[in-house]
């Protein structure tokens, strides 16, 4: 591999040396060793405790709670008494104080947790080895919590720029190293599933969607087995080519500090936390959404011609992954009719060139639609449209704010609206050029690359079904602005806009700590989520369900000698986690082959595998809900239909949910009319 140019290597050895001299100040060595004492008392008396539990045959995942809990009252009880002795430091309020120690608790022991489960899962450890690796994230998250959150007055006074640069690398880090931890040891959603179905029937396009998600669970399940690690892998090196392009935008039109700040926004709001999890479509597009808009302010406000080359690609890219970020072209297209700089490049050849760019890399896309009668692009836009009347405003609001945390949609709304020094950020630098006529621009690129997609989806609501992720990528403009707002004194400001900054901080640690205590939930086993909605709406007994299944399978091979095939009696969800969760549990794989065999729509389902293929076969149907799987119509589509009869299904001895299931052969011909049975299939 080639060195690094001597320009990254110089500006990298200035960040590092700029970061040990904050670090230095911040928290000199005299106030560090009391607290590395007690991060080693702690640790010695988590190691012993786990140890024991595990001798008196307490469960890994019991014993590694109850010792985290001794470890961690130690530390904090340590820490606490160390903060306050002397007058060191004073503490924050009872009720600061408690909130911020069961923050950093929750996210020390989603992280020990993560690990654990890794190491064990993943590397095949045995659990007196892999929790080694898991007391050290204990101790670096628990230790770097207490002296820079949970009592933060111990630390040597630092700008305000200073302490978010510090807080933004411990956080981003913090969320990369979660996310990879649980990659590989959480149960698929069953929309992964159905693209890890995708994977296993390769194309150029699909119906629903086009094929860079197969593409990438391809890639990494060639490369690390059909397994969640190997799905999901590409989801956590996309959020990281969001992460990169993001702060290089924030980075042009807010300076350095922002970019940290950005960056830290994009490893803790929801969905792009989510983007780093789950492998869905939003992971590739989110990538591809900031690239495009990095290289686009680069030619549209920089100048940059040849940043024309990174448009194309990254756009037709994202064509490949999902097509709304073909919002971009249009708002590209505003942005060169009104600014008079940018004009220019309508007489230049290097837009067109890229719009070519990025056809010749959608184009395996368009002809997957010639050759299936454009049935992915009717799909993506008549079909949506012709439905009936429905006004979903509200729920794309509130998508709005799940996605982004309600404070932090109303801060990037108000950086919107106000655009004013101090609430948007600082003036641009000299070396954007100054002036008012180049603070404009920087406005008008991040208003119209926000409010241009914003627009089209709120239209769209005000008289048909949204959906909630669909405005995920597009905050991705005004991101930095939040950022740099953030940056601003609160002198500054106005009353509201001072609480709405000082709120950011708190809710961004309260999200992190939500979603590791739901991965906790996932993989430990605890009551959690799945007490208030059973499985499947809770994705903690897919394996179960699928050996149980393949038991199922075998047991109707046994009987009568054919070769069975499984139905779920849903769209997709069912078919997806049995065709991977049930293929490999019993000793002859089972197929798995969806609702469309009994010539009902089934998305991908109904391509891969056409009723004709299949008439006269053993059957076992699969439903979670009881007047589905007991549909007097049903009997149209068999020759042979058994009794319905109901299973348990359960996650870490815990019962979570149930699943009906029959016994059939299929007729020659399903001779049922396609809309009445689709009717009798409709949710509950």
């Known amino acids: 591999m080639a060195d690094p140019p001597p320009a990254t290597r110089r500006r990298t050895s200035i960040f590092l040396r700029r970061l040990r001299a904050e670090l230095a100040r911040a928290f000199p060595a005299r106030r560090a060793l009391p607290l590395i004492a007690a991060a080693c008392l702690s640790g010695a008396l988590d190691l012993v405790a786990f140890l024991l539990l595990l001798g008196l045959g307490v469960g890994v995942m019991g014993a590694q709670l109850v010792s985290f809990g001794l470890a961690a009252l130690c530390l904090h009880g340590l820490a606490l008494r160390w903060a306050g002795r002397d007058g060191a430091a004073p503490l924050p309020p009872k009720v600061d104080l408690a909130a911020r120690l069961a923050i950093v608790v929750v996210l020390a022991l989603a992280l020990r947790t993560g690990v654990l489960a890794s190491a064990a899962a993943l590397l095949d450890l045995p659990a007196p080895l892999a929790f080694l690796p898991a007391l050290g994230a204990t101790a670096m998250v628990s230790t770097l919590g207490a002296v820079f959150f949970v009592v933060p007055a111990t630390l040597a006074p630092l700008s305000r720029a200073a302490r978010w640069r510090l807080a933004a690398l411990a956080v981003v880090a913090y969320s990369v190293l979660l996310r990879l931890m649980f990659l590989g040891v959480t149960e698929l959603m069953p929309q992964e599933a159905y693209y890890w179905n995708y994977a296993q029937h390769l194309d150029i396009g699909y119906l629903d969607h086009p094929p860079m998600v197969a593409w990438l669970i391809f890639a990494g399940t060639e490369l690390l087995g059909s397994n969640e690690f190997g799905v999901r892998l590409a989801a956590w090196l996309c959020w990281g080519v969001t992460a990169f392009f993001s702060f290089q935008l924030a980075g042009r039109m807010f300076g350095r500090s922002a970019a940290f700040i950005t960056a830290l926004l994009v490893a803790t709001l929801p969905f792009y936390f989510g983007t780093g999890l789950v492998m869905t479509p939003d992971a590739p597009l989110t990538a591809c959404w900031a690239g495009t808009l990095y290289f686009l302010e680069r030619a549209l406000r920089g100048g ?200 950011v901080a708190p809710t961004l640690a309260i999200a ?45 091979r046994a009987t009568t000698g054919d070769e069975p095939v499984l139905i779920g009696l849903d769209a997709y969800n069912i078919a997806s986690q049995l065709a991977f969760y049930a293929a490999g549990a019993g000793a002859r794989p089972a197929m798995s082959v969806g609702r469309g065999v009994l010539g009902q729509p089934a998305l991908m389902y109904g391509y891969w595998y056409p009723p004709d293929a299949y008439g006269g076969r053993q059957a076992v149907l699969f439903a979670f809900s009881r007047r589905r799987i007991e549909s007097p119509l049903l009997r149209f589509s068999f020759a042979e239909l058994g009794e319905v009869k109901q299973r348990e299904v359960k996650s870490n001895g815990r019962v979570v949910g149930s699943f009906y299931y029959r016994v059939g052969r299929l007729a020659a011909k399903p001779a049922l009319d396609p809309a009445a049975f689709a009717a009798s299939m409709a949710p509950d």
């Not at 080359?309 to 297209?333: D, E, Q």
């Open 512 to 556: 992190l700590a939500l979603y590791g205590a739901g991965l906790i939930f996932l993989v430990a086993g605890l009551p959690g989520p799945h007490v208030v909605a059973p499985f499947p709406a809770v994705p903690v007994a897919w394996q179960d369900f699928g050996a149980q299944a393949a038991s199922l399978a075998e047991e109707v």
């Open 304 to 503: 940059k011609a040849g940043a024309w080359g990174g448009v194309g690609l990254c756009f037709g890219l994202g064509l490949l992954s999902k097509y709304t970020i073909a919002l971009l072209g249009p708002a590209a297209l505003l942005f060169m009719l009104l600014d008079p700089r940018a004009r220019g490049w309508f007489k230049r050849p290097e837009p067109y060139l890229a719009a070519v760019v990025a056809v010749l890399v959608f184009s395996p896309v368009i002809l997957w639609n010639l050759e299936h009668d454009l049935a992915s692009f009717a799909f993506q836009s008549t079909r949506r449209v012709s439905g009936s009347f429905r006004f979903s405003l509200p729920e794309l609001l509130l998508g709005g704010a799940g996605l982004l945390t309600p404070t932090v949609l109303v801060a990037a709304l108000a950086v919107l609206w106000l655009r004013e020094r101090g609430v948007g950020g600082p003036a641009p630098t000299a070396g954007e050029g100054g002036g008012r006529q180049e603070e404009r621009r920087r406005w008008l690129f991040i208003g119209l690359f926000t409010l241009v997609p914003l627009s089209v989806f709120v239209g769209f609501s005000l008289f048909h079904m949204a959906r909630l992720n669909w405005t995920g990528p597009l905050w991705l403009a005004v991101l930095p602005a939040v950022a740099a707002g953030l940056l601003a004194a609160p002198d500054r400001l106005g009353p509201r806009q001072r609480h709405l900054q000082r709120a």
